[in-house]
C-alpha cells in the first residue's frame, strides 16, 4: 500500500461525511487541512450544545474552546478525562481520548495554568501488496497533541490567554522508507469578557470570548518536500446566563468558527496548465501567517463564498442547582464547504467532586456516518475532593 493511499484512507474517515456530501455537488469546495482531529470537539458539555464554548462559563475543558475562561474559574484546580468513539456505523476502532486541567495560581485569583493531551487513533489497517491483496502487515496510525498555556486577569472583567501545542502526525510511517511522521509547533491566542448586567429584576451573566487557535508550522510527511497547512481557527463566541429563581438557570450561547487557511488550488480550473501549476507551487510555499490573512479574501466565489467559510453553532443549557443539567444545540457548515449539519442533545450530573456528562449527535443530512456519535465525560473538580477529606 503507498503512502497515497494510506492518507486518502485515514483523511477519508476523519472527514467521511465531507467527501459523502460531496457527490453531485458541482460548487462543492472544502477548505483542506491537514491533522484535522485537532477540530474535533473533545468533550461531551460543549458538544451537547452543537460545539459551542468560545463564551460559556468556565469549566475543565476551557482548555479547548478557549483557555482565556482558566482566570475566571470558580474552583482552584480540576481535571477531566473524555472519550468519542467516532464513526462507529462504520468502524469499531476509532476514538477520541482527551485528557484536559487546569490550577488556579497564588491567593490572587488572577493567574490560572491550563495543559491537555489530545489522542486521535484511527485503528488498525491492514497493508495489502498490489494485485494480488495479500496482507503482509499493519499501519496503526494516530494524530496526537499536548499543549499547556497561561491565562491571566487584566480587568475585573477580561482576561487573555496564550497556549503553546506540539502536534504529532503518524499516518503509517514505516511503510515506505520517504513516508515519516509529521509534526507541528502552534500557538493559541485568546480572550474572554464577562460581566453582569440587569435584565428585569435578575441579575444575568454575560459572556464574550474569541480564540484564535493552531497558529503554527505547516505539517509535512515526506521530509518536507510537500506540507499542509494545520487547522488554524477563529472561533469568536458570545454567551448570556439567566436565572429563573434560585435554582433553575438557563443559558444561551453562540459560536462563529472561520478556517483562517488559503483556499485550495487543486479543485480550481485554469486556462492553461501553467497556470495551475503555479498556482499549486504559490500555495505550496506561502508562509501559515500569509496563509491566514490570505484567508480572508481568496475564496474563487468571492465575499459571497468567503461567508460560506464561517460555520456557525447555537446551543442552550439549563440547570437545576448547578446539579443537573440539560442541553441542545445545532451546527451548521455550507453545503459547498463540508456540509456538517446537526442536532446535539446532551446531560449533566454534579456531585461534590466529580461531574459527568454525556453527548449525542443527530445528523439532518442524509448518508452522515457522524450520525449517532455518543461523547462522554468525566471532570473532577478539587475543592470538591478537599471539601470531602476534611
Known amino acids: 500500500m503507498n503512502k497515497f493511499r494510506i492518507i486518502v484512507i485515514i483523511y477519508g474517515l476523519v472527514c467521511l461525511p465531507v467527501m459523502m456530501n460531496a457527490q453531485g455537488k458541482k460548487d462543492f469546495d472544502p477548505l483542506i487541512v491537514g491533522v484535522p482531529s485537532l477540530t474535533i470537539a473533545p468533550d461531551a458539555r460543549g458538544g451537547g ?9 468556565p469549566d475543565i475543558y476551557s482548555q479547548f474552546w478557549n483557555p482565556a475562561k482558566y ?5 482552584k484546580a480540576g481535571i477531566g ?16 481520548a482527551y485528557l484536559s486541567g487546569y490550577y488556579k495560581l497564588g491567593d490572587s485569583d488572577k493567574h490560572a495554568i491550563g495543559a491537555s493531551l489530545r489522542y486521535f487513533s484511527l485503528g488498525k489497517i491492514d497493508l495489502t501488496g498490489p494485485g494480488n491483496g495479500q496482507t503482509y502487515g499493519q499501519a496503526n496510525p494516530y494524530e496526537m497533541s499536548v499543549d499547556a498555556g497561561y491565562s491571566m486577569k487584566l480587568t475585573e472583567t477580561f482576561s487573555g490567554a496564550v497556549n503553546f501545542r506540539f502536534i504529532y502526525s503518524d499516518l503509517g510511517a514505516g511503510v515506505e522508507e520517504d513516508f515519516v511522521p509529521g509534526t507541528s509547533f502552534a500557538v493559541d491566542m485568546a480572550g474572554y ?34 506540507s499542509n497547512f494545520i487547522p488554524t ?15 433553575n438557570s438557563l443559558a444561551f450561547n453562540l459560536d462563529l468558527n472561520k478556517y483562517l487557511v488559503p483556499s485550495s488550488p487543486y479543485s480550481r480550473t485554469y486556462d492553461s496548465e501553467e497556470l495551475r501549476q503555479k498556482a499549486i507551487k504559490e500555495y ?9 490573512f490570505k484567508s480572508f479574501s481568496d475564496a474563487p466565489g468571492g465575499s459571497k463564498e468567503e461567508f460560506e467559510e464561517i460555520m456557525w453553532s447555537a446551543g442552550a443549557e439549563y440547570a437545576y442547582d448547578q446539579k443537573f443539567f440539560v442541553r441542545g444545540g445545532y451546527f451548521y457548515e455550507s ?24 453527548a449525542y449527535l443527530i445528523s439532518t443530512v442524509p448518508s452522515n456516518p ?3 456519535t455518543l461523547r462522554f465525560s468525566l471532570s473532577f473538580d478539587m475543592d470538591g475532593l478537599k471539601n470531602l477529606l476534611k
Open 49 to 57: 450544545m452543537g460545539d459551542v464554548g468560545a463564551a460559556t462559563d
Open 71 to 75: 482566570a475566571f474559574a470558580y474552583s
Open 81 to 96: 478525562v473524555s472519550y468519542t468513539p467516532w464513526l462507529r456505523s462504520l468502524v469499531s476502532d476509532i476514538d477520541l
Open 193 to 226: 469578557w464577562n460581566k453582569y448586567v440587569m435584565i428585569g429584576n435578575s441579575e444575568a451573566l454575560l459572556g464574550l470570548g474569541f480564540n484564535i487557535s493552531n497558529i503554527g508550522s505547516k505539517i509535512s510527511y515526506d521530509n518536507n518536500n510537500t
Open 233 to 247: 481557527n477563529l472561533r469568536i463566541g458570545g454567551s448570556l446566563l439567566y436565572p429563573l429563581d434560585d435554582y
Open 284 to 292: 505550496n510555499d506561502m508562509s501559515p501567517i500569509s496563509g491566514i
Open 335 to 358: 453545503p459547498n464547504k463540508g456540509n456538517r449539519q446537526y442536532f446535539s442533545l446532551g446531560a449533566g450530573f454534579k456531585m461534590n467532586v466529580f461531574i459527568l456528562d454525556v
Open 370 to 372: 457522524l450520525d449517532q
